[in-house]
Each structure stands twice: as C-alpha cells, then as structure tokens.
T-cell receptor, first 111, second 114 residues
C-alpha cells in the first residue's frame, strides 16, 4: 500500500541537540499527524495539524503543515534520552478518515 | 480504561488456524480503525467502522480477513486459515469521529504464524 516519504530513516544525535524530520506525499492531505512509537507499544499521538501553513507546538516539539498540503515537518528541540523511538508522520482527512503513514524515522539520542 | 485496549497482546498460531483479535476503543469514540504493521514499516490501513457500520474495508488483504463491531463498541478482527505472511502487529485505533481525525492507538497484538 501507499506510504509517505519520510526522511531521514534514522538519526543519531547527542543529548541537547535539535532534530528535524520531514514527510512528503504525492497526494494532498487535509490532516497531518505525528506519532511516536516505542518498542512493543502502539503509536502515541504527538501533534495534529488541520490547516495548511499551520505551525503547532507541544512542549519541545513543533510541527508544520506545508502550504501545498503535501508535506509536513517535525522539530524536536533540546533532545533528551527519552526522545528515543520511532517517529511516524501520517496524512489523513479523506472521506474514510484513514491515515496513511510514513515508514518512520528512528531517533537515537546519546546521553 | 482510559485508553484503547487490545487482547491478546501476543498470539502464536499454526498455519491454517483461525484467530480472533479484540479491540476495546475509548468510551464514546464513534470511529474505529484496524491497521496492520509489518516489521520496520509504518501501520497500513485495513478497515474502518463508524459505530457498528463498516464503511471501508478496502485495506483487508484477502477474504480470509473479517472484522465486525456489532454493537458499535468492541471490535473483533478475525483471520481465517492463517498464513505466514499474516505475521504482523495488528493495531486498533479509535477517534471521536467526524472531521476530528485524531486517532488514538492501542498497544497492538503481535501475531506470529508458524
């Protein structure tokens, strides 16, 4: 099935550094969401975006809904060890409300 | 409970066996979704319910897969005559519905078919 183009695939950073990851699609979405998944658990919702151009923050996380509605990015500032995990973007808002996910970005934070 | 719950968390089946996976959504959530997540991949859509009505089942891989939500709350995903390629994590998500598209996921059921 279709999956969004998410990059980078993995990142290794030092504690305290900022992180940026992005997601692109050939299709327009009305909603962009960002999730974090820890091993053996389901994805946990971080940020939801509903309007093109929207910039939303949740603590150290900031996400933007691209104005073309075909992309989104997520920034994490001042990373900490518990930020380790897999981050997924997801596009949605079609008539059936299903989400289309990226393949994920694996984030490793070295303390 | 406060979140989406799924059971069992782990299931091992012999090829050819039938399995049933259960999802308890967040109370009051109208919409319920099933996704399949292969190792190293993002979740992929299987099917969608609004209350008890199954409005989209376009993601179900074959007619061996069947989902139901008879009373508009608990849902069951059934896989008949399991095959090795069915091995994956099966995730359930629920949302308030309508234009509110924030989906909240359960912990998943890891199915291994031997």
């Amino acid at each position: 099935g279709q999956q969004l183009n998410q990059s980078p695939q993995s990142m290794f950073i030092q504690e305290g550094e900022d992180v940026s990851m992005n997601c692109t699609s050939s299709s327009i979405f009305n909603t962009w969401l960002w999730y974090k998944q820890d091993p053996g658990e389901g994805p946990v919702l971080l940020i939801a975006l509903y309007k093109a151009g929207e910039l939303t923050s949740n603590g150290r996380l900031t996400a933007q809904f691209g104005i073309t509605r075909k992309d989104s990015f997520l920034n994490i500032s001042a990373s900490i060890p518990s930020d380790v995990g897999i981050y997924f973007c997801a596009g949605g808002g079609g008539s059936n409300f299903k989400l289309t996910f990226g393949k994920g970005t694996l984030l490793t934070v070295n303390p | 409970g406060a979140g989406v719950s799924q059971s069992p968390r782990y299931k091992v089946a012999k090829r050819g066996q039938d399995v049933a996976l259960r999802c308890d959504p967040i109370s009051g959530h109208v919409s319920l979704f099933w996704y399949q997540q292969a190792l190293g991949q993002g979740p992929e859509f299987l099917t969608y319910f609004q209350n008890e009505a199954q409005l989209d089942k376009s993601g179900l891989p074959s007619d061996r897969f069947f989902a139901e939500r008879p009373e508009g709350s608990v849902s069951t995903l059934k896989i008949q005559r399991t095959q090795q390629e069915d091995s994956a994590v099966y995730l359930c998500a629920s949302s308030l519905g309508g234009a509110y598209n924030e989906q909240f996921f359960g912990p998943g059921t890891r199915l291994t078919v031997l």
